[in-house]
């Protein structure tokens, strides 16, 4: 729900009630999506945006570990989309994943599409978004996945829960927006807002102000379920006058910590316990953009409030200490502090021994486009790689056996080795374009680097992962060295998740066992890139039993 204030035990057992089917085990949970244009009001004036029932944020599906979900999506816009569930895994069955010209044909305008997919051994909060375009800029949600019935938290049991989407807003049309950038060759314009809950907040520069508002009592446990919606700006997150404490990352729980602050980048999400036992008042919800190197961001604060029961709109908010948008010390503190819970109950099973490394170079370049603004236009790649979409979608090629949309001879590390964060700034060298995906056996351990590179501009990449969780088992600044690194690996309690920052000018390790067929798509979550081609998919071919095998296509897939 967004813009009004919760009596928030009572709204939570409500929303339970209505929308839990009652089962011992598991429960068939339907909804219904309308994707629609609706004029909505923000920042002083209305336009037209791509909704979802009329939604901004869109509706919140709510689950239980071991539930079937279908949600039966029908496209009113006039643009094609398809909605990716972000972070559910998707267990043999691709065709639920969304990304469009990857598991599906988008769903054409006036058009329906089914989508029918089982939550297993998750739970946690998640999130659904257009997977297509730009649009997830309006076309987001919420995901809540709770534990089986009687089984509880591994920490303190909160006494209501309240969801937060941090997102960005462009007065104008985002596609329109995107399709003149793409024709100029330059980077689209910034966001003019970021939101809480699809609202800027107080402080935005306009007379007539959004404002997202929670009610709290005193002296309760609050836990709030913080998504990531943005499309080019990382986040930080804190509330005035009081801590946090995280107990959630990605729908993982995580070894519990203290904090006055957050950052989330796109695509994340994270759980936090705030206890209300300040002096009551109003307190604001401060989010703001993080970026380490000089390249222009949306330097707007959201904010939200925070206001105990029986205080009055008149008193003043308190206001956060806020974070500088560069607070690098900030940033490795918190992402050292975050490991798994590594619990008899929810183990950390890390891959000890791996069946295939692979070395992956991320980063931006520039390629000649002669009707382009300067003659260039920004391009993204992976080992030189620059991602192009297909016409057919690559899992229905796959399954169908249809040839020539791609190959299977993704490089497993680049083609040229240079110093990787140390080389000149516009240097060239000769990105290839294609549709290369990454060949991997079946249950395959697999540790991926990701290594930023310099070769346009540095900076930090968030990269998401379809179909798996993976564990960050080391990063560090600079060039990873295969001989001296891997022996500062944690292997242990490495946190576990979707979606990594791979920090500015340096690298990132995963792992992760490749027990899930299909074609699984990997890419920065920052939109722009995503749109400049900065992603690969994975191919992971089927088990040799039929239960580790893609599931057949449903017979509503959409055609392209």
Partial sequence: MVGCCFSCSLWFLLCLAALFIVSSESALNRYQFDVQVKNVSRLCHAKPIVTVNGRFPGPTIYAREG???????????????????????????????????????????????????NVT???????????????????????????????????????????????EWWHKDVEVIESQANSLGVPPSLSDAHTINGKPGPLFPCSEKHTYAMEVESNKTYMLRIISAALNDQLFFNIAGHNMTVVEIDAVYCRPFSTHALLLAPGQTTNVLVRTNQVPGRYFVAAKPF??????????????????????????????????????????SFNDKLRSLNSPQFPANVPLQIDRHLFFTVGLGRDPCPTCLNGTRFIGAINNITFTLPTVALLQAHYSRISGVFTRDFPDRPPTVFNFTGAPLKANLGTKVGTRLSWIPFNSTVELVLQGTNLVGVESHPFHLHGYNFFIVGRGIGNFDPDKD???????????????????????????????????????????????????????????????????????????
């Fill in 291 to 332: 970026m380490d190197v000089p390249i222009p961001v949306d330097n707007k604060t959201a904010t939200g409030i925070l206001q105990y029961k029986g205080v009055p709109n008149s008193v003043v908010p308190s206001m956060p200490p806020l974070l500088s948008k560069n607070d690098v010390g900030f940033v490795k």
């Fill in 486 to 560: 891997p022996a500062s690996f944690n292997l242990i309690d490495p946190p576990e998740r979707n979606t990594i920052a791979v920090p500015t000018g340096g690298w990132t390790a995963i792992r992760f066992r490749a027990n899930n067929p299909g074609v699984w798509f990997m890419h920065c979550h920052l939109e722009v890139h995503t749109t400049w081609g900065l992603s690969t998919a994975f191919l992971v071919e089927n088990g040799d039993r039929p239960e580790d095998s893609l599931l057949p296509p449903p017979m509503d897939l959409p055609p392209c």
């Fill in 121 to 167: 051994d998750q739970r946690g909060t998640l999130w659904w978004h257009a997977h297509i375009l730009w649009l997830r800029a309006t076309v987001h949600g919420a995901i809540v996945v709770m534990p089986k019935r009687g089984v509880p938290y591994p920490f303190p049991q909160p006494d209501a829960e309240l969801n937060i989407v941090l997102g």
């Fill in 67 to 117: 539930d079937r979900v279908v949600v039966n999506v029908t496209n009113y816009a006039q643009y094609n989309l398809s909605i990716h569930w972000h972070g559910l895994k998707q267990f043999r069955n691709g065709w639920a994943d969304g990304p469009a010209y990857i598991t599906q044909c988008p769903i054409q305008s006036g058009r329906s599409y089914v989508y029918d997919f």
